[in-house]
């Protein structure tokens, strides 16, 4: 008989504990988004290397709660614990309390609210931007350093958004920085920005960063359309001309000293961009080259995508605020593109149609997508035009911009 | 929220101007100074590279020869003309190689210009269809 009330009162005990009756309803819909972005992931292989962690972070939050916990200290009676520990004391501290005495004894966090403290700390974006450094080849860029102003041009999108974002009425300045990031088209300077200025959204604004940017096939072509004429998305570019190693080896250092001295806020991503390339292009360390560009990578992006996934509970993510981040993000990833476009025209005014301005729109970063939506785009027109190369000088000189921006925003709002 | 309710209308217009010349500003001069100090050391290893390797450029001229289109004409033998910055060396070249390929049945060059086709061979044109064709 015994033995039936214990094994029901631990029926009950796991009933109660369990998360059908804590979980708050905002929870299932949540587990229903989360479903929805892992079928995104998985089926339709959008950004599936970072979604796919993500969204079950977001899955695992929503179905227990206390996997993020942070870590806290409970206070129990000194008579008490020596009661329950036949009459051993504990080797806790001691508070009096109305005159009683308390043991304060810790208890641990859950598991990612550990792994989540690289995010807050702001430890892994700069991590992935080293591994991005190692894979990144400036030679285009150094090649065309025009190119540098696409890369800047195409930032518009940012500030754009941060007034939308503000008129809006529903966010902070705060929050209306890290929104506006979104336009910076890359995901580890979004969750760096929005980790120092409004880390309560980092959810939504991860998972706007990564969809959109996963959409610029979509987003972009059309826009590109609109604002340039056939003409000139079919005018073929001059071949660049070689880099020497030396200039590659030289680039990364000066980007550094210059950007760092600067805008010290942008020295975290724009150093250990930096440090990547100079790794990968000084030839003479490829195994940590290898290392930052794989394991590294691999590590901190599974880190990186289920601790950023496991913010978006259903308490912060299920809110007006979510929709206009959605709606801003779309902003600001078209206004970039805008931005860009029309800069390129600009530049094939004055270059006299030597300019394809579609590259222009690969300086919305989002490496190195945009640069493929650039070729694919002007090769519709153009069956022999190849675009690629010249568009990957935008495309990496839009990474340093967002950078740049990111270290503007973070000076003047923090 | 309580930073927004602490914000007027007219201070969040302020900062959104703010945010927005500075930022434009900024991300453009950055990026300007860094277009600038690129291209300047561009020029010089370039030109240091250049340097090293002077003597190499006589015997490359000839290579290039077959590039340039020529246009064969049986009219009377004037002097062809030659688009700028084609050096004579190469002019000779492509004036034996026609002779080599079309024997005495050319009779004069009219003109030689660089073909605007000529930076990518068929070959490399292939190759890089066959490199970018995933995208």
């Known amino acids: ?115 989540y403290q690289g995010v807050k700390l702001g430890i892994y974006p700069p991590l992935i931007f080293l591994g991005i450094g190692a894979m990144t080849d400036f030679g285009p860029l150094i090649a065309n350093p025009k190119s540098f102003l696409l890369g800047a041009a195409a930032q518009l999108g940012i500030f754009i958004t941060f007034i939308g974002a503000m008129a809006l009425g529903i966010f902070t300045a705060q929050e209306a920085g890290s929104i506006a990031i979104i336009g910076g088209a890359d995901g580890p300077t979004a969750i760096y920005v929005t980790s120092i200025l409004a880390p309560h959204l980092l959810g939504p604004i991860a998972v706007a960063a990564y969809s959109y940017m996963a959409l610029v096939p979509i987003i972009q072509p059309p826009i590109m ?117 029309l800069f390129g025209k600009l530049m094939c005014k004055f270059s006299g149609g030597k300019i394809n301005p579609l590259i222009g729109s690969a300086g919305v970063s989002a490496v190195p997508m945009a640069a493929r939506v650039v070729q694919k785009v002007g090769q519709k027109e153009n069956p022999s035009n190849f675009l690629l190369m010249h568009a990957m000088g935008p495309n990496v000189a839009g990474v340093i911009g967002s950078a740049v921006a990111a270290g503007v925003l973070i000076s003047i709002l923090r | 929220m309580p930073m927004l309710l602490a914000l007027q209308t007219d201070d969040k217009v302020t900062l959104s101007l703010t945010i927005l010349l500075t930022g434009l500003v900024v991300v453009f001069l950055v990026l300007i100074v860094l277009t600038e100090i690129i291209k300047l050391y561009g020029t010089l290893v370039y030109n240091a590279t250049n340097k090293n390797t002077k003597p190499k450029p006589v015997e490359k001229a000839q290579e290039p020869a077959p590039a340039p289109v020529s246009a064969p004409v049986p009219a009377a033998p004037a002097a062809p003309a030659v688009e700028d910055g084609i050096p004579g060396e190469i002019v000779a070249a492509i004036a034996a190689a026609v002779y080599c390929t079309e024997g005495a049945s050319v009779s004069a060059i009219k003109s030689i210009r660089r073909s605007r086709s000529a930076s990518r061979s068929a070959w490399g044109m292939a190759g890089v269809m066959e490199n970018t064709r995933p995208f």
Not at chain 1, 41 to 62: D, Q, T, Y
Not at chain 1, 265 to 289: H, K, Q, T
Not at chain 1, 297 to 320: C, D, Q, S, Y
Request: proline share 5%; aromatic share 8%; net charge negative.
């Open chain 1, 1 to 115: 008989m015994e033995v039936l009330q214990g094994f029901m009162d631990a029926l009950q005990g796991i009933w109660a504990t369990s998360g059908f009756l804590g979980n708050d309803p905002r929870n299932y819909i949540m587990i229903l988004i989360s479903l929805v972005l892992l079928y995104l992931a998985i089926k339709k292989e959008f950004e599936p290397l970072l979604l796919l962690p993500i969204a079950f972070g977001m899955l695992l939050v929503n179905v227990f709660p206390g996997i993020t916990a942070t870590p806290s200290t409970e206070m129990q009676l000194v008579t008490d614990y020596m009661a329950a520990h036949n009459g051993a004391a504990g080797n806790y501290p001691t508070v009096i309390l109305e005159g009683l005495e308390y043991y304060q004894i810790p208890t641990n966090g859950g598991l990612l609210y550990y792994l």
């Open chain 1, 225 to 341: 359309k609109a604002l340039t004429t056939k003409k000139e998305r079919m005018i073929v570019m001059e071949q660049l001309r070689p880099v020497s190693k030396l200039e590659k080896i030289l680039f990364p250092i000066i980007v550094t000293i210059l950007i760092s001295l600067l805008l010290p806020d942008a020295a975290p991503l724009v150093g250990m961009l930096m440090l990547g390339n100079l790794m990968r292009e000084s030839g003479v360390v490829s195994r940590i080259s290898n290392t930052a560009q794989n394991e590294l990578m691999n590590i901190i992006t599974i880190f990186l995508g289920v601790t950023v996934g496991a913010t978006a509970t259903g308490e912060v993510f299920l809110t007006p605020q979510t929709i206009g981040i959605i709606v801003l993000g779309l902003i600001a990833f078209g206004f970039g593109t805008v931005g860009g476009v």
